[in-house]
């Protein structure tokens, strides 16, 4: 047993786990409010070391936004922007084409593409986006839209939003994000992200893409204004959907991003928070094969530290980022995959490349000295002005 455990007020809770019994939503709460994070953690990292063995994953990816205009004015974004700005934008299908293209130079296997809420944007757009860019080659993952994105289709479209899911899932769709997920306790969506879809909302489009075949991912953010109980509701109403549908291929939580924000937050997310909820979620999201260490939003230092807290996955190199970092994240704008090798193996981790859906793509046994340490020299523009969220 863990030194930390052995008298530890949580030895329970672990022998719970142990056995396989599922924790309720109290014993959740318990393990929130604890102050021994070390025995949360080691609860966690037994749950991980079950469901994942000693290995930890990452992806090679390449975020694309095709706009930052967006009809919708959630309190805690600073991504959005309306018509009238001027550092609003939204990109052509050949743009997103060419960066695609220049991306798969860089030996990525998925692209990650979400977006604000187009005021005018026609649904034959998306259709075409997504089916160009599978053109490409059809061995690339396509992982994109958010659950309001795809209501904002369906309203576009003016059909359900199933039928929606099957028109883009047979233009090449892979998978859906899990974004704009927030917390679902009606109360604390009101206050920081008032008139985006509703939890019952987020859910039913993830639950109609599972009945369909598809697999997705789905987060929380977390460290705003909700409270712990807000948290294990939300990550009850996703373990419930889970035990229906079992679409779902990962959990990425996310720390809130307080810089350039206008909610008022009096406590952000610390470091230990964030090890605290990636422990928690690992050990009550027993039906989850897979939870993520979101580095752009923790760091990468503290990501490694994750991989003992609960987390089998560093998410991906992601080439740039901007949705984080213009909310205040000071973290830089990619990883190279000499990073994320290195950094997987400082935490005593068996590194191993994945796709979207987190299935093995290359288990690294030898030193990563095959790796590009650096991305390609010189600037280039396709690559610059990207952005995106997990």
């Known amino acids: 047993m863990n030194f930390f455990l052995q008298k530890s007020e949580l030895l329970d809770l672990y022998e719970k786990v142990v056995a396989g019994q599922r924790l ?3 014993d959740a709460l318990r393990l929130f409010e604890s102050k021994d994070l070390n025995a949360v953690g080691a609860i966690a990292d037994f749950a991980r070391a079950r469901k994942a063995g000693n290995r930890a994953s990452y992806i090679v990816n390449r975020y694309i936004n095709y706009s930052n205009y967006c009809i919708l004015s959630c309190q805690f974004c600073s991504f959005a922007r309306k018509k ?10 050949p743009q997103m084409v060419e960066k695609a293209r220049e991306a798969l130079k860089l030996g990525i296997t998925e692209l990650h593409i979400v977006g604000g809420l187009h005021p005018s944007l026609p649904f034959t757009y998306y259709v075409d986006m997504v089916r160009s860019l599978k053109a490409l080659d ?7 839209f958010t659950a ?8 576009l479209a003016k059909k359900p939003f199933p039928d929606v899911l099957a028109e883009l899932k047979a233009a090449g769709l892979d998978s859906l994000t899990g974004g704009g997920a927030e917390i679902f306790r009606p109360e604390v969506r009101s206050a920081i992200a008032r008139g985006k879809e509703s939890a019952e909302e987020y859910l039913d489009v993830h639950r109609a ?3 369909m075949g598809g697999r997705s991912t789905c987060t929380m953010l977390f460290g705003h204004v909700e409270s712990f109980a807000d948290r294990v509701d939300h990550l009850r109403q996703l373990r419930a959907l889970q035990d229906e549908t079992g679409g779902f291929v990962g959990f990425v939580p996310l720390p809130y991003q307080p810089e350039n924000n206008p909610i008022p937050v009096e406590h952000p997310p610390t470091g230990f928070d964030a090890l605290r909820t990636l422990a928690v979620s690992r050990v009550y999201l027993d039906n989850f094969a897979h939870v993520t260490a979101y580095w752009v939003g923790l760091g990468l230092k503290l990501a490694q530290v994750a991989l003992s807290y609960g987390a089998d996955d560093l998410h991906g190199t992601i080439i740039e980022e901007h949705i984080f970092h213009m909310a205040g994240s000071q973290t830089p704008q990619l990883q190279t995959e000499a990073d994320m090798v290195k950094a997987i193996r400082e935490a005593g981790r068996e590194p191993v490349q994945r796709n979207t859906f987190y299935e093995p793509i290359k288990v690294w046994d030898g030193p990563p000295a095959a790796i590009e340490a650096k991305p390609p020299s010189g600037k280039s523009k396709v690559l610059e ?3 995106a969220t997990a």
Do not use: M, Y
């Open 24 to 26: 309720s939503d109290a």
């Open 84 to 93: 009238r700005d001027a550092d609003g934008f939204e990109l052509t299908v």
């Open 138 to 144: 059809p061995r690339l993952q396509l992982k994109c």
């Open 148 to 155: 309001i994105e795809i209501l904002h289709l369906a309203w």
């Open 209 to 211: 893409w599972h009945r």
């Open 385 to 387: 002005g990207n952005l």
